[in-house]
């Protein structure tokens, strides 16, 4: 099939699904109302940002009701800005969102909520997607995402398969939701919830066409998800069910940025910084790595996160890369990877830095 692009931004189906989106996409986490939320960006950046975006062919926008602390407020922003933008604004856009956690109303610091308010229950999705549509200001959502399992201390689902996946095929018939999808399962769960969705849809194209995983070069087993559980192993099983491998923390954190090197880790602010996560990210072995990689990357002229970006596009299981941006450069930057070209020694360069960090 022939390349499609949209304002000059290369596209790629989600898995097996008719559903297109841009190879990079816009991460909307620390978006919301930074006087309660500790975001990064409101309205007045954010909507110079999702403007700029489309110019540039940034069309996936993720996002979830649950970012910024459960404050909701994400949504609300992105709501705001649909709501002051024409129809055809909210039509170019593939909008993703998840549901699995609980959200504070507008405005609530601190709340309280029943085992019924989060979850994966009928009753809880139903409601979760309803408030969702309300804060986004519309009337369907691309592609739902369940957050994360919901599962026991053993592993085993809180509420059975088959009540989660056949309230989710419900949305779809309702027209509320296009396209279904997961995010932190491993392949055994995404499996199991693929064969429930075979008993529970109305007909075959009811599944799940997408995971959303932590998956970068620093951190390259975590796509697996299950400890021991290999990269590669994840990757070829999403390959053969059809469901499209969508990273997140894709830059670890801002570290594939180039901002923390080695000798230089006087930064005081910053998403590490301040998501206080300095011991999880800012180990010797991932420092060593950045400077393998920087190299790479200067050798190229490229920067450090359009390497980190064009790797995990070129694998052909991924079809998109949603960065977090909270800043217009951030954006301009990210764009670029689209046109970074890695071939078989670069590859191998990367491979071999890795190791020797």
Known sequence: MAQVKFNGMPCRRVGHSGLFVSEIGLGMWKWGDASYDKSRIGDHEGFRVLDRALELGVFHWDNACSYNLGSGNSERLLGRYFASRSPLVREQVALATKVRNPVREEHMMEASFTPNQSGASRKYVRYAVDKCLQRLQTDYIDLLYLHSPFVDDEGNPVVPLEETWGAMDDLISQGKVNYIAVS??????????AETLKAVGKDASRRIIAVQNRYNLLE?????????????????????MGVGVIPFY?????????????????????????DGTQEEFLTERNLNAVEGLVEIAEDKGVTLAQLALAWLLAHPQVPSVIAGVTKMAHLEDNVKAVKVELTEMDLKRIDEALEAA
């Open 220 to 240: 390259r087993e975590k796509v697996a998800v299950e400890k021991g559980a290999k990269e590669e192993a994840l990757l070829k099983s999403c390959e053969k």
């Open 184 to 193: 932190s399962h491993s392949a055994k769960q995404i499996d199991a919830v």
């Open 250 to 274: 894709p830059l670890a954190s801002g570290l594939l940025t180039g901002r923390y090197r080695k000798g230089q880790l006087d930064a005081t602010s910053g998403r590490i910084i301040d």
